[in-house]
């Protein structure tokens, strides 16, 4: 009977060691103290069932998107995905079956610093978890193909596990690695590739140092890990509880620092750029770091960002944008059908002493520039107005409340889509002045006549014409101004402003009252942290759809900062395949977002409701 007992002891300690032997541990545990970033996914078999029920993937999968879907998939596997499989010698498809564990993506500082002798590593972990074997089989079959491709492979043991290193001709480098170079020296960029097995866990990175230091965490190295980062560990533990399915975290205080002390060019004629001043004005001296994660449940999608800066060494646009805890709802007169609109309670004044402040700091001359151009435009408005001073008549006169609100334009072409209809709002402690103080300033500016005043339910709105677009037709533009219940309303729609104007005869329906946007609005903190936003993506895809179904050349990422990127996905994409929108409209809701200024950072969520179509 002992003996028996022994045996079960015996089995169960053996089980209980093959557990803890074949768990990977997290990210943090693993990466080097000089990470600058990472995006992890902790399980991507989670992942991958939520993305499933995803209304995203859900539209995406849709038999009315497979024509699209199809030919967007081809092109996207002819001019990426084949290329990156010929530069790398493998297959992608081999390593999806992988995908069952951890997924890290990571950038090592690695040495880097302001004299540029050295760039950032990269390093990805990948855990298959009860797929060890097939990793092996994947990863030899990979050498044998690099060296029979005739690339030099060389083996390396690093903290007991081998590695395999790949140098990659200067024409043909890591395609990741010519990424990270950009921007940099090119003669910086790593041309190496160190890829190893320990256990379940794929190790790949461009640096001996940086997967050496992962190496060494598996061994049970005492050496510092991201976890051990402080600034890591407070965003870990206020941010990325409740086991996000994804989440990432930036470096800042790092980065920062390093492009602070960075050489400004000395080539003559051209500009420098005083890095120290501009950060230390910015306020980014303060940012401790930047994360982000991303949770999916049956109510809906949200996604949580976090700027850790300290209030108490908080400045420049960090303190001009960080709200106060003021109510900052949809006010009575935003209707319904407006399909954006968003509310931020920062106090002008304030915001403009500080952005005074910040300009002192990165040229002393920057704030004589300015209070030159004030006293100059101040000079020209007196010459019709001897009693009028833009800083008492409009600057002291902001107020703590700013908003906007836009509706569905009325024909839907993408220029039409990219000049909606807007309002846009600030408070001021005298309204009537401050709408005043615009119409002068702003009339300086127009060459073609002088603005107009007329009266409009006892309200004044004056008329600004703008300089039209080219040639001999080019339409005339008005800017519209008006003053009406303590705020300051400005508009190039003058429907939108008159509207505005008999909102207050309780006939229009306030976006407020909208189904499930107080529910929504919980999600995200409320309405009352100082900054609120709406999009109604129902509509807003309702309208891209039909501008693109209407003219399929159209580009609706050329507004995006990503040059020859945004052309070569637009490249993928045949609109005219798109389906019918109301074949797919099930599949869209509505977004909201609430910020708040904490007294340890800046914090902003955003969250989806599930589309009730979908439930």
Known sequence: MKFKISLTVAAVFLLAASSLFAAI????????????????????????????????WLLWNDPAMKPFHDDFIAKWNSKFVAPMEHSLGIHLSDFLP???????????????NSSGAASPAIVLLLDAPGKSDLLATNLALLKDKWIASGRPVQSQILEGIKFSVVTFSTNQPLPLSSMLAQGANSHSAPDTLY?????????AGSSVKAVASVAAHLAGGANPALKDNAEFAADQLSQFHDRPLYYGWFNAKIFFSVLSEAPSSQDSGSFRLPWDRILLASGFYGLKSVSFSYREDLDGAQIEVFARAPEATRQGLLKIVAAAPKDASPPPFVPADAVKFWRWRVDGQKSWTELRRALTVVSPGALTT??????????????????????????NNLGDDWMTFQKAPPTQTLEDLNSAPWLFLFAANNADQAALAIKIVAGMSSQDSAPQTRDFLGRKIYTISLPGGRGANAATRSLYCSASGGYVAVTMDISMMENYLRSDNGKTKPLSQKPGLADAAQRVGGMDNGL???????ELARELFAALKNDPTLNPLSSLPMGSQANSLRDLMNFSLLPNYGQVSKYFSFTVYGGSATSDGLDIKFFTPRPPELN
Not at 32 to 44: E, I, K, Q, R, S
Not at 371 to 387: F, G, K, L, V, W
């Open 532 to 538: 609120f936003g709406y999009q109604n993506q129902r």
């Open 25 to 56: 541990p997290p990210a943090e545990n693993l990466l080097p103290a000089d990470t600058l970033a990472v995006v992890t996914v902790p399980d991507f078999s989670t992942l991958r069932a939520a993305s499933a029920q995803s209304s995203e």
């Open 98 to 112: 992988l995908l069952q564990g951890q997924l890290t993506f990571a950038v090592t500082q690695n040495g880097w």
């Open 195 to 203: 890829i190893g097995q320990f256990q379940s866990l794929l190790i």
């Open 370 to 395: 300015l209070d030159t151009i004030i006293q100059t435009a101040n000079a020209s408005a007196q010459q019709q107005n001897p009693n009028f001073d833009i800083r008492q008549n409009l600057i």
